[in-house]
């Protein structure tokens, strides 16, 4: 099959502000031997999108497509021997024409490439919208809450920015295990929210104090695992929160980087501090398979729903928006963003 030239993505040309994000015509990514060419339907759009763009993680040339996850329809097969005859890639039963969700710095383009173990077949039921909406941030709520803090029936749990897409996933997982969760969020509306996905306590940090409501919740004890999101602005407070022998799980940095930790303050409860990064969890072929086996069989059985707050034009308008839409703080926003490429 012959391929474009160039193809439209969203990309940057320096480090710097959500102006720098544009829709241009960038060159057809290489398909290298051990990799797979994906037509892309959608984007899914990610904090961490933010912070290649502001330089917090390091490009190594521009113009730099913006984007870690998309789904799409698998356009070409690897070439080489080694991995077509790789027990593992064959395993995976890929054929032009399937549907994949793919994970991997740049995919925020009409077609990307990318190696076959970062291309998740998408089993027969599930959307390549719901596909999109779920891999990154699904894959990150099985892994942490098995690995980074193995939830258990009867723990109780608090999660910062409970409305968000990855607090509402982390929210009906941990549910899914027999916890009781705790969140925190901003408005009466995105405490509803998470209520119906399955919180079992909500506190608005706008009016309450959040290590006050949760002592009180918890009758003094704590939580047995803090998953924090936000960073800088919250961080600290945990340790005031989580019970002797909790686990604190450092997830992102919304309100920016948490600033450097003396460890004798884990000293005080023998606390665990845990910077998780799912992509490390799914290094091999085996691990891979057993957490991508997971999500499916959750979003299958319904124990886990995306829920998919706003569709965004594939366009230079649409691809800022929905970056700031999904940094602003305290916003409306609740749930996944997606933006559409092209018809399934």
């Known amino acids: ?19 720098e994000l544009q829709k241009i015509s960038v060159p057809f990514p290489e398909h290298k031997p051990g990799t797979i060419v994906v037509k892309v339907h959608w984007f899914g759009v990610n904090t961490i999108d933010t912070y290649f763009r502001k330089g917090l993680y390091p490009i190594e040339k521009f113009p730099q497509t913006s984007g870690l996850e998309a789904s799409g329809v698998i356009a070409a097969l690897p070439t080489d021997e080694a991995t ?22 740049g995919a925020h383009a009409e077609y990307t490439v990318v190696p076959w173990l970062k291309t998740f077949p998408v089993p027969e ?49 941990a549910k899914s295990r027999g916890a009781t969760v705790i969140g925190t ?39 047995h695992a803090v998953f924090d999101g936000v960073g800088k602005a919250t961080f600290m407070n945990n340790f005031k929160l989580v019970r002797r022998k909790g686990t604190l799980i450092a997830v992102g940095n919304a309100s920016g980087p948490v600033d450097p930790i003396n460890p004798l303050l884990l000293g005080a409860k023998n606390l665990k501090l845990v910077r998780p990064s799912m992509a490390v969890y799914i290094t091999t072929p085996e691990e891979t398979e057993h957490y991508l086996s997971e999500l499916f069989r959750v979003l299958a059985d319904g124990s886990v729903k995306v829920r998919i707050a706003n569709v ?33």
């Open 185 to 223: 969020t901003s408005s009466e509306e995105k405490a509803e929210l998470a209520k119906s996905f399955g919180a079992d306590h909500v506190i608005l940090y706008t009016k309450e104090n959040t290590v006050d409501r949760v002592l009180e919740i918890t009758k003094g004890e704590g939580v």
């Open 84 to 105: 077509l005859n790789n027990p593992d890639y064959q395993k995976r039963r890929f054929k032009i024409g399937d549907n994949v969700a793919v994970y991997g710095i």
């Open 312 to 344: 965004y034009p594939f366009t230079t308008e649409g691809g800022r928006q929905a970056q700031i839409d999904l940094t602003t703080p305290g916003g409306k926003i609740a749930g996944k963003l997606l933006i559409k490429v092209s018809d399934e």
């Open 125 to 173: 039921g599930i959307p390549l919208d719901v596909a999109c909406a779920s891999s990154l941030q699904g894959l990150t709520a099985v892994t942490h809450m098995t690995e980074a803090h193995n939830v258990q029936k009867g723990e109780t749990i608090l999660i910062h920015t409970v409305a968000g897409h990855l607090g509402l996933l982390y929210t009906q997982y």
């Open 1 to 19: 099959m012959s391929f474009p030239e160039t193809v439209q993505a969203l990309a940057f040309n320096k480090i710097g502000g959500v102006e």
